[in-house]
Structure formats: structure tokens, C-alpha cells
């Protein structure tokens, strides 16, 4: 969702988020007090980074000579329509072999979306689903990604429940926009199924294990669960051929004026996910608030009959409904499912090379997205001015860390988008 486009261009902060009192947190004082002694990201992925280094067989060699980013758009399947609107068969280019997949999500309308398009999509295989809180808490996320897989009849993926507070920092939600229970207020059954046993940096950890360079990670909530897996094995990142995360933003925040939402909620697992070394794409703000959902669009998900149709179209349409009697909520931006787009037809976005860092430390501008294009050295604030020694030239030279989406075709992403959710697969 997006919360600022009035179409006036003014940015709004989402002043009323809620804020959950860390009495809920799961994560014990000693090891917050561990995390926050030791690191603000930086020394741990100091650590990653040099055993990476070291490492004999990289992930990146493991996995060959294929570029992450360039992989080819694919999908031998067809699929018939029953959208009462659209008339199109949905037919790809085949794939080698399926991408095969983590998302690790906090659903949430958006990330809905995302793992609905996810689990019908062939060219994807999803290997877990790993919630984290976020857009809502963990007591819903959870459920909520169990319901999701429920209802597009793949209880063959498994669940593994997440953290249930950042690192370091009380979790900070945004119900107004999602709705008190993360799928815009529409009541769906409980959950048959359950999580697996494993916790999420525990599965994310043993699949990326068992099949190095072979796991993607899939980021569209705050990056917690993907820190805490990393932090727990040091040698892991390297192992990880690809992290596509959706967050942040190089044209302004959505959560306050310099923050996206996911790297607001957690900027010190932020930091660590980025300074670990692994290929990042990274499709913020700046192009996903450009794939705004339609009225028509939704009419098109409730006219079809299959159940992930008709349950994306109550979500939308519970969320549209909202948005039309005021408050915050203006446009359905959807931020998450472009992410996922993205790795089904490389070309909906286009990508370039940046150096991000992730502002941890600003009282107002903490999730803050710093891009560096190469154009100039990396330069950072200007050191204090005190008696203690200290580096010259608070300056260093570029080296991207990333690839950071700049364009977007928004026709080509709901082209896509709407016919995996309606059709019904042959
Ligand atoms: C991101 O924040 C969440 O509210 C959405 O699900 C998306 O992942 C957009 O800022
Ligand atoms: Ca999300």
C-alpha cells in the first residue's frame, strides 16, 4: 500500500502507527543487550563477510555461471482465463527449471498478493514461507500466511513462524493500512494447518544449507528474520545466490519522509542484510508506487471464480472501500507483488547499480536509504570534531552493493499479475 499520493505530491508519515509494547517481544534482554553490545550490524556483517571471503567454493561458483539478475523470464505452462474481463491465456517462454524460492513476508494485502502470484506462478518454486511481524503482528502475519497457502491449495509449502519484534527496536505496525488483521479487515477462517517446527532463521538456514546456491530469498517485510539467520551462521551468505528485497526508497519514505516502511521497522537487521555481500535486488518505493491498483482490476479479481481470485478481490476491495472514506490510505500501491514480478519477467523493472547504505542512527531518518550511483566517492557525515583520533576524509571509494530498481512497467506488471490470480491452470 502506498500511504502518501494525495495526487497533490505532498508525502505524509503515517503518524498513527501503532507501536507494540516490547513486554510482547519475544527476543530476551540479554540477547538484545548481546546484539546491541556487540554490533550495529556492521561488526557481524564485518564477520560474514571475511569468512565469505575465505571460503573455498563461494555460493555465487556453486550455482555457475548465471547471473541472478539476467535470469530469463520463463514458464512452459498454460493457463485458461475465467476472469470475466480478460480474455488473454497466459503463455511464457519455458523455463530451465523453476526458480526455487524463500519469501520471507509479514502479510498484510500487498505480501498476499505477492504469495498468491508466487504460488501461481511456474516459474517459481516456493520452498518456504517465513513471516515476520510487520505490517501487523506476528499473531497475524502467521496465520494470515497459513490462511494465504490454505486458499491457493498448496499446504504442501511449509510455514515457519518468524520474529516477533526487530532486533533492537519496538515494533512499529501499520494496521490502518492493512487493517487490524493484515488482510484489510476481511474475516477469513482460522487456519487448518500449522507451522512447521522450525523457526524461521532455522528453516531459512537448513534449505539455504542443503542446497547451496540454490535458495533465493524473497524480503518484502522488515529484513529481521533474514538478519537473524545471518547472524546465526556466519558462513551462510555465502551461500545465498540472490535476497530480493522490497524496501526502501532513493525518492523519499512512505512511513515518515525518509523511511520505506520495512526498513523502518527493523534498520539494524536492514543493515546486516545489506553489508552482508550477497547479490541484492532491491525494488523500493520509487517504482512500486507506480503499480497502483485499479477499481476495474478489482472487479476483474472478484468476476473470477477460483479461491484466489475471490479472496484477492475481498482484500482489495475491503482496502478500496476503506480508501474512500479518507484517512491515510489514498492508493493501493502493490509493492510487494512487483517484487515478485520481477522474478518471473526480469524486464518489468529496470535495474542499476548503487551503493545503499541503511541510516540506523538518525532520530528522525532512522530506515533511510542512501543510494550512491558511482558518480562520486562515498562520502558520509562529516566526522565530530573531538580530541579523539579519527579518519580524515569521512570518505570512500564506490563499490555497489546493489541493484536498485529505477523503472517500471506498470501495464506489463498487472498484465502479468491479474491473469495468474483469475485463471484457472490446465
Ligand atoms: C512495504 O511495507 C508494507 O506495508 C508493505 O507490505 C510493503 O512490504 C511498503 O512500504
Ligand atoms: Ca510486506
Given at each position: 500500500m502506498n500511504r502518501e499520493s494525495r495526487g497533490d505530491g505532498k508525502s505524509q508519515a503515517e503518524g498513527n502507527c501503532k507501536e507494540v509494547e516490547p513486554?510482547?517481544?519475544?527476543?530476551?534482554p540479554w540477547s538484545r543487550r548481546k546484539f546491541l553490545a556487540n554490533s550495529t550490524g556492521l561488526a557481524i556483517a564485518g564477520a560474514i563477510s571475511g569468512l565469505a571471503a575465505q571460503l573455498p567454493a563461494s555460493a555465487r561458483e556453486l550455482a555457475g555461471d548465471e547471473d541472478p539478475h539476467t535470469r530469463a523470464k520463463s514458464s512452459s505452462v498454460k493457463v485458461t482465463s475465467n476472469a470475466a474481463t480478460s480474455k488473454d491465456s497466459v503463455r511464457a517462454t519455458a523455463p530451465a527449471k523453476p526458480r526455487r524460492i524463500i519469501i520471507d513476508t509479514d502479510p498484510g494485502i500487498d505480501d498476499a498478493m505477492a504469495i498468491f502470484l508466487a504460488l501461481r506462478s511456474p516459474e517459481l518454486k516456493v520452498e518456504a514461507i517465513t513471516p515476520v511481524c510487520g505490517n501487523v503482528p506476528l499473531d497475524f502475519t502467521l496465520p494470515n500466511a497459513l490462511r494465504l497457502v490454505e486458499i491457493a491449495d498448496r499446504t504442501d509449502v511449509p510455514v515457519a513462524a518468524g520474529a516477533s519484534h526487530p532486533l533492537v527496536r519496538r515494533l512499529v505496525t501499520s494496521g490502518h493500512v492493512h487493517g487490524a488483521n493484515g488482510l484489510g479487515g476481511v474475516e477469513f477462517p482460522d487456519p487448518k494447518i500449522k507451522p512447521v517446527r522450525e523457526a524461521a532463521p532455522e528453516i531459512i538456514r537448513r534449505i539455504v544449507r542443503e542446497n547451496p546456491g540454490e535458495i533465493m530469498i524473497v524480503a518484502v517485510g522488515p529484513l529481521t528474520n533474514v538478519a537473524l539467520a545471518l547472524r546465526d551462521d556466519p558462513e551462510l551468505a555465502a551461500m545465498i545466490p540472490q535476497i530480493a528485497i522490497m524496501g526502501g526508497s532513493l525518492s523519499g519514505g512512505n512511513i515518515t519522509p525518509a523511511a520505506e516502511f520495512n526498513l523502518y521497522v527493523d534498520p539494524e537487521a536492514a543493515r546486516i542484510v545489506f553489508d552482508a555481500h550477497i547479490p541484492l535486488t532491491v525494488v523500493g518505493l520509487d517504482v512500486t508506487r507506480k503499480c497502483l491498483l485499479s477499481e476495474a482490476q478489482i472487479q476483474q479479481l472478484e468476476a473470477a471464480k477460483n479461491p484466489v481470485s475471490q479472496a484477492a478481490g475481498k482484500i482489495m476491495r475491503a482496502t478500496w472501500e476503506r480508501m474512500k472514506h479518507g484517512g491515510e490510505v489514498t492508493v493501493i500501491a502493490l509493492h510487494d507483488a512487483l517484487t515478485v514480478a520481477s522474478l518471473i519477467e526480469s524486464d518489468v523493472i529496470t535495474l542499476k547499480d548503487y551503493y545503499v547504505e541503511v541510516e540506523t542512527?538518525?532520530?528522525?531518518?532512522?530506515g533511510q536509504t542512501l543510494g550512491y550511483d558511482g558518480h562520486a566517492p562515498v562520502r558520509k557525515s562529516p566526522p565530530m570534531d573531538t580530541s579523539m583520533p579519527g579518519p580524515s576524509a569521512p570518505e570512500e571509494p564506490f563499490k555497489p552493493n546493489a541493484k536498485v530498481a529505477v523503472g517500471v512497467n506498470p501495464d506489463q506488471f498487472f498484465h502479468l499479475l491479474i491473469p495468474r490470480l483469475t485463471s484457472t491452470a490446465t
Open positions: 513486554s510482547a517481544l519475544k527476543l530476551s542512527t538518525g532520530e528522525w531518518t532512522a
